[in-house]
């Protein structure tokens, strides 16, 4: 009799046991569970931690509550530009509600996938290139406001929508890199400009005060010759400035032939001969009458000769009577008028 005890105490402890281990579930931090009683949602979603169920009559449906990465596939488009384009994006989302997420929507992530990819293609035909490649972040809210609009209804939120990476043909690469070297190379070409432009304002400043103290441009030469001597391999040609010759002028006067002195003029002229002695008067001696004009054949005058065999005789000035006047007789030969003690002299 006690050993029929004890055997049906032992049968009911391990149907307690079995029917405890078929009860029993575990749901982690991260996860809620769903409890379907006979097909329909039974209580609130269960809470992290140990939770029992009725076997064969309830089903516990685990929900991950985590933060989900879903990368959306590249899609192909054509911007409001007209510019072929192949753009991809990763969606970041979680499931709020557990019990909308599995009663509302068969499966919650492929319907989230496949938003995402409409909404990109609608985002895509409505913007332009520039706007895809340098104005993301405004893509990025636009995008991630059309796919958290239905899936808020799904228990679904969207946290946050990136757009990956652009492709673009080939031959709008080879574009755009023309365009971008063009810029640069004119904002080159500007500043370029820019600084020629300062630089001759700052020598025409530098070249109008070298020309109010032309000492500056000696010490300036004088520094360049500094800076050039530094190379030990360099032959150095030095100008001399025509200053530097003016100063040698005045302060060496050099000796004439005739035993004057070449000096400078107040005015800064050329110099002038500086005479020793007084000039000897110059003479006309009127013993040797001048040569007859005949004329040629041909009636034309001839030209005057000098005759180099008789040496011509000094020629001397009288500075203490005027010269006489000269005057033509009827043979229209110019003959000398009589000076003051009658006497007559020929030309």
Do not use: C
């Amino acid at each position: 009799m006690l050993s029929e005890l004890l055997g049906a105490i032992a049968a009911a402890g391990s149907a307690g046991v079995i029917y405890l281990a078929m009860a029993a579930r575990i749901v982690k931090q991260y996860e809620r569970g769903v409890l379907f009683r006979l097909g329909r949602v039974a209580g609130d979603p269960r809470s992290p931690g140990f939770t029992l169920i009725i076997p064969f009559v309830d089903r516990l449906q685990k929900v991950n509550m985590q933060i989900v990465t879903m990368p959306i596939p590249a899609q192909e488009g054509i911007t409001r530009d007209n510019v072929t384009v192949r753009v991809d994006a990763v969606v970041y989302f979680k499931v709020i509600d557990a019990e909308s997420a599995l009663v509302k929507v068969e499966d919650y992530k492929f319907a989230v996938s496949q938003m995402a990819q409409t909404s990109l293609r609608s985002i895509i035909g409505k913007s332009d290139l520039d706007d895809l490649l340098s104005n993301r972040e405004k893509l990025n809210q636009g995008l991630e406001l059309m796919i958290d609009s239905p899936a808020v209804g799904w228990g679904i939120q969207v946290d946050r929508v990136e757009i990956k990476d652009v492709s673009l043909p080939d031959t709008m690469k080879r574009s755009m890199a023309r365009q971008a070297e063009a810029d640069r190379e004119r904002r080159a070409r500007i500043i370029n400009a820019d600084a020629e432009f300062q630089a001759s304002k700052k020598l025409a400043e530098a070249a109008q005060q070298m020309a109010d103290t032309p000492a500056a441009l000696q010490l300036r030469l004088l520094q360049t010759v500094m800076a050039v001597s530094a190379e030990k391999n360099s032959t150095l040609v030095l100008p001399i400035p025509v200053e530097l010759l003016h100063f040698l002028e005045r302060g060496n006067p050099q000796q004439t032939p005739n035993g004057g002195t070449h000096q400078q003029t107040p005015n800064g002229g050329s110099p002038q001969q500086a005479p020793d002695r007084a000039a000897p008067p110059l003479t006309l001696d009127d013993s040797a009458p001048p040569p007859p004009l005949t004329p040629d054949d041909t009636g034309t005058p001839p030209a005057l000769t000098l005759d180099d065999s008789a040496s011509s005789p000094p020629l001397t000035l009288d500075d203490s009577a005027p010269s006489p006047p000269l005057a033509l007789d009827d043979g229209g030969t110019p003959q000398l008028a009589p000076d003051g003690d009658g006497e007559t002299r020929s030309g």
